[in-house]
């Protein structure tokens, strides 16, 4: 019943990213305290899995959006990261700027994605070969791409220092 209820809200949530749905209400977000919010949000399942996970903020970064589609946005990132990270592994949310850039980035030390499946993963329902983790529904990384393209902002998957997956979301200026 939970992963029916997940699934649900989950097509719900593309549903409203629609390109046909009324433009964003837009707001100064603080991406170190949105950071922070999820990473205090998930602390609890992150301890319960053995996973050490952590925010890590460069200054203040401050993007124009919407408060509710950039904590969906990140919360989906953190739950596949935990989804996917082993006991004593690490997840870390990082939140700063680059010249004039502000970025969210999820950094963990799972097994990653292959490159040849990197583009892939955006695909609605799609899960890659080996994906052993139970619960996904191959929609979380859907969400992300549309809330970063509502938000004018670009994704990409690179490969974390040590091993693991880096998705580093780029807000323009």
């Known amino acids: 019943v939970a992963r029916a209820q997940h699934l649900v809200e989950q097509l719900l949530q593309l549903s409203r990213l629609a390109p046909d749905t009324p433009a964003l209400r837009r707001q100064d977000v603080p991406l170190a305290q949105l950071a922070r919010g999820v990473v205090a949000d998930f602390s609890t399942s992150a301890e ?10 460069a200054g203040d970064p401050t993007v124009a959006g919407d408060p509710q589609q950039l904590a969906i946005l990140l919360n989906n990132l953190v739950t596949n990261a935990l989804r996917y990270t082993p006991a004593g592994g690490k997840v870390d949310v990082v939140a700063g700027s680059q010249g004039a850039i502000a970025f969210l980035s999820v950094v963990d030390s799972g097994p990653g994605i292959a490159h040849a499946e990197r583009l892939r993963v955006f695909d609605r329902f799609y899960r890659t070969p080996n994906s052993s983790a139970e619960g996904g529904s191959g929609l979380g990384l859907a969400i992300v791409k549309a809330v970063a393209e509502q938000h004018g902002a670009t994704t990409e998957l690179g490969d974390a220092p040590g091993g693991g997956l880096r998705v580093t979301i780029s807000f323009p200026a």
């Open 48 to 57: 319960q899995q053995g996973v050490d996970l952590g925010a890590v903020v």
